[in-house]
Structure formats: C-alpha cells, structure tokens
C-alpha cells in the first residue's frame, strides 16, 4: 500500500542490530591515491584525512582523524557520472546506515554505484557504528559525538571539497533504520540543512511504546558503542535530549520538506528480532503520519510487504522524488 498524504533485496536487521536482544538482556555496565584538493592537514572544520582512495571512479573513499570520536571514521562519497569532466555542481543525499553497520554498507550489500547510475547527485555515505546520530550522554571508551562528526564538521568539508549546492535546496538526508531515524532527526534539528528527508524502515517516534526506542538506542550503544555508556542516559533519561530529537515531537520542523516514509506491514513470524524491529517501526511512522496530517503537512509514505529490509524499489522511487525537489545540477 502507498499513498502520499496531503493536508485535511536484502533483509538485515538494522535497526538495532541485535539492539532487541541486548535490550531483553538488560545489559548496561556503569591503497591511496595522489592527494587532491581535500587537505591532509587538520582543517578548519577540525578534520584530518588518514586514508584515502581517490581512483578517478565514481566511488572516494575518506579515513577522518577527528576529536569528534576516538577512533578514525570512514566516509564514502559517491560522485554522478561525468562528475570530474562536467564541471557542473550537484546537489546531495546524506545516506545514513542502520546500527551495527558502518560507512560501506550501502556500497557492499545493496548496491547504491548502479541504483545510483546516471543520476545526478552525490551521495555521501559516513560512519556511525551504533551511535544513533548522536552525541551520547555518557562514554566509557572516549568521545563518541556522531551528530558533531556529521553536521558540524562533514557536511561543510564536503562543501568545501566538492562541487556541491552548499544550501537548503541542495541536500537531501535519507536513511535506512537507525539510519532512518538518524535522518528525521537531522531533518528536524537542523532544519536549514535538508530539504528533503527520507526513513527507510526507520523509527519515528522515540515514546511510543513507555519509550521502547529510547530503550534499544540506549541498550545498543552501551553494549556495542559505548563501553556502558548511553545515548540519553539511564536509568533516567535526559528528558530534553529525547523530546529535541523525538520527530513524533518535532512535527512543525518538517514543513516546506519534502517527507519520504517507509515501513513493512509482514515482519517475519518466527523472527523475534525482525516482528520486534518493523513492528515497532511501522506503529511509530503511523503515528507519526498521522500527526504530520492532522498539521497539514504533505508526505508520501509506504507500507509494503515483508519485514526490516531495504527496500530497492522504494529506494530508487524515493530518488526520483528528492530529484525532482533537489535544485537541479547545473
């Protein structure tokens, strides 16, 4: 079923990898080519490449030495067709990964170079582990700060290194699970930075549920991210933290966007992780649907067959739409 509402392939357990079964548990514990443009040094955006893979294909590939987080993350950058002869400047999707993934993903298993093919757009594609596109409450392994990695530092070295639309008009955020609730709430809370913002099978609604999502997001990161520390802290939450990155709570935010949503209606019935993942999923986005309406807000949403997966139709139809809203290369 899909509509789009006006006002009056692979399955993968990405949501929480292994987040549902960590939640159960309880477990919480107190080859490079030449250099180009893009400096080695420490810029001014506080980063400093350490890898690299320019091969003059589509595909570049960035290691990060940054104060943001304790280790080096990865970034790929997926350029259109033509990108180093047109001369031209393109608009961007940030693609963001479901939890216990990292920055190849999209590349390895669903195949974003041909889903991506002739498209004029560039995809960038960061690491996030299983940090839930945020800067934690707590760490017991170093900083671990995502959301101060991804916007306050990689989006405006990708401005500066490519030829990009460095504007409202000219990105997109899109993701699939974590990575899909990771992409309504950059939406949200930086509402000057996307004008398009698309949830693969992602969470959006943090409450819902006596916080069930809140619950995976702090239950994942201490066991697989953070070394016992948390997202929005426990045993109490840090209350202001989950309403700022709640969508169920930042409904006006999503005015004069385009909103992509997409859940699957058939978790698979011998599957715990996967009911307990799109279940949770599709509740919260019908929730969230439904405010979005009843605030006169226009989305399309999806709810099509099977469970937690990505889905490439849907993938490749969401494209089109954020094309068509994207200012278009030139």
Not at 270 to 294: P, S
């Amino acid at each position: 079923m899909h509509r789009t509402s006006h006002p009056s392939s692979i399955s993968r357990r990405r949501l929480l990898t292994g987040t549902a079964a960590v939640a159960a548990a309880g477990t919480f514990a107190g080859a490079l080519a030449a250099p180009s443009a893009a400096s080695a040094a420490v810029d001014g955006y506080g980063l400093r490449i350490v890898d690299r893979n320019e091969n003059g294909g589509r595909l570049q590939y960035y290691r990060f030495d940054t104060a943001a987080i304790g280790w080096d993350p990865g970034v790929n950058v997926l350029l259109p067709d033509g990108y180093h002869t047109s001369g031209k400047r393109y608009p961007v999707l940030y693609l963001l990964h479901g939890g216990n993934s990292d920055f190849r993903a999209f590349h390895m298993h669903e195949n974003i170079v041909g889903l991506t093919a002739g498209r004029e757009i560039i995809v960038v594609m960061p690491d996030a582990a299983t940090g839930w596109y945020s800067n934690p409450v707590s760490s017991n392994v170093g900083p671990r700060n995502w959301e101060t990695f991804h916007i306050a530092q990689l989006l405006p070295w990708i401005d500066a290194n490519f030829r990009t639309f460095a504007e409202y008009d000219g990105r997109a955020v899109a993701g699939f699970s974590m990575g899909g609730f990771g992409a309504l709430k950059y939406a949200a809370k930086y509402y000057g930075h996307f004008c398009s913002v698309s949830s693969h099978s992602g969470p959006a609604s943090l409450r819902r549920n006596f916080g069930l999502v809140v619950h995976w997001a702090n239950a994942s990161s201490a066991a697989v991210e953070l070394g016992g520390g948390t997202v929005y802290g426990a045993p109490l939450w840090d209350e202001a933290r989950v309403t700022a990155d709640n969508p169920f709570q930042r409904i006006p935010s999503y005015r004069n966007k385009r909103v992509f949503l997409v859940a699957g209606t058939s978790p698979d019935p011998i599957d715990w992780f996967d009911t307990v993942n799109e279940t949770e999923v599709l509740h919260g986005q019908r929730e969230f649907r439904a405010a979005l309406g009843q605030a006169g807000i226009p989305h399309e949403w999806h709810e099509a067959p099977g469970g937690h997966k990505f889905r490439h139709d849907m993938f490749v139809r969401d494209l089109d739409g954020m094309l068509a809203r994207l200012r278009r290369a030139g």
